[in-house]
């Protein structure tokens, strides 16, 4: 376990629901970011923030997709009119970062999205 | 010319053998690498992670070599475990900004 908690683990819907997630980062840690992940595949950067501020979106982040961090502690991963592709393990990492230093970035679980 | 360790997706070790994962990584300004383990139906799990200023990294039985002249990342692990059988990752950073993966190398421990 490494501190970073996401919820939920799974989440089932069909095609053309919203689906939200919730990541709860390691508290000291001011940077949180979120990939997804395919099968058989690395993950693949979507977004990150450090505090409140939402720093870099990758162009896979389409405008169905939202990510806030409202207080600069845990963020959310909004989803909306699911589409069959998006179905993979949506991953939240946390990590420490000083200026132009990079500490290491800590996984959670994942939240496995079906999209019927 | 240098010889460099290819990346193959599958890797299948005896138990107790040493096992050598490779991986190239693609920007030349990334100044931060990791290696990462990921378990079926978990997250990427932190193995041992080098700076660009270094070019050999040792943790418990797992060593990263840094070639940054062929952009080349590998991980060795001594002794290698059944509880190491897993999905290894390498992961590029660049100016505490995103990481990005490479290939993933499915790791077997025979016993």
């Known amino acids: 376990d490494t501190g970073v908690s996401q919820d939920p683990r799974h989440k089932i819907t069909k095609r053309g629901q919203n689906v939200t997630f919730r990541c709860d980062p390691i508290s000291e840690h001011n940077r949180l970011y979120w990939y997804r992940q395919t099968l058989g595949q690395g993950p693949e950067f979507l977004t990150y923030f450090q505090n409140e501020a939402q720093l870099e979106k990758s162009r896979l982040l389409s405008d169905r997709f939202s990510a806030e961090r409202p207080k600069g502690s845990f963020s959310t991963l909004e989803i909306q009119r699911t589409e069959q592709g998006d179905s993979a393990m949506y991953l939240c990492?946390?990590?420490?970062?000083?200026?132009?230093?990079?500490?290491?970035?800590?996984f959670g679980p994942g939240t496995r999205l079906t999209v019927l | 010319g240098e010889s460099v360790g290819l990346h193959l997706p599958t890797l299948s070790v005896q138990e107790g053998d040493n096992s050598i994962i490779n991986c190239a990584y693609s920007?030349?300004?990334?100044?931060?690498f990791i290696w990462y383990k990921q378990e079926s139906g978990k997250g990427p799990q932190f193995i041992i992670d080098i700076r660009s200023n270094m070019d050999k990294r040792q943790g418990q039985r797992v060593t990263v070599l840094l070639n940054k002249t062929v952009k080349h990342l590998s991980l060795q692990i001594a002794a290698t475990q059944p509880g190491d059988s897993a999905v290894y990752f390498c992961?590029?950073?660049?100016?505490?900004?995103?990481?990005?993966f490479g290939d993933g190398t499915t790791l077997t421990v025979k016993p």
């Open positions: 992961a590029e950073n660049i100016r505490a900004g995103k990481s990005t």
């Open positions: 990492a946390s990590s420490r970062s000083r200026g132009q230093r990079t500490d290491t970035q800590y």
């Open positions: 920007n030349s300004a990334s100044d931060y």
